[in-house]
């Protein structure tokens, strides 16, 4: 049994900043790409941010040179710093990971519950 359980959201003013925390436990053998992604009301899921094990990086254009991910592969987790946030950022925030599965030799994906971010202008 696998878990994300993700924390840090919250509601803050244009222009503050928030930090997303995510730790993932249960049955690991391997952790593949880590990352996150939004939904806002009425709209798609969307990626935000992910990291491979080796630490490459890639980001949504909206979030670049704003937010930052990060990763503890020896804690397995993985924190968004979200700087300079806009109202358009309001959205729920989940995190996913890419577990390996031996029975079937390949990654699985899950996710986290989601967290509120909410920013008022």
């Known amino acids: 049994q696998v878990q994300l359980v993700e924390s840090g959201g919250g509601s803050v003013q244009a222009g503050g900043s928030l930090r997303l925390s995510c730790a993932v436990s249960?049955?690991?053998?391997?952790?593949?790409?880590m990352g996150w992604y939004r939904q806002a009301p009425g709209k798609q899921r969307e990626l935000v941010a992910v990291?491979?094990?080796?630490?490459?990086?890639n980001y949504a254009d909206s979030v670049k040179g704003r937010f930052a991910i990060f990763r503890d592969s020896a804690k397995n987790t993985v924190d968004l710093q979200m700087n300079s946030l806009k109202p358009e950022d309001t959205a729920v925030y989940y995190c996913?990971?890419?577990?390996?599965?031996?029975?079937?030799?390949?990654?699985?994906?899950?996710w986290g519950q989601g967290t509120q971010v909410t920013v008022s202008s």
């Open positions: 249960g049955s690991i053998s391997r952790i593949g790409r």
């Open positions: 996913n990971a890419e577990i390996w599965d031996y029975r079937y030799s390949r990654y699985q994906n899950y």
């Open positions: 990291i491979s094990p080796g630490g490459n990086t």
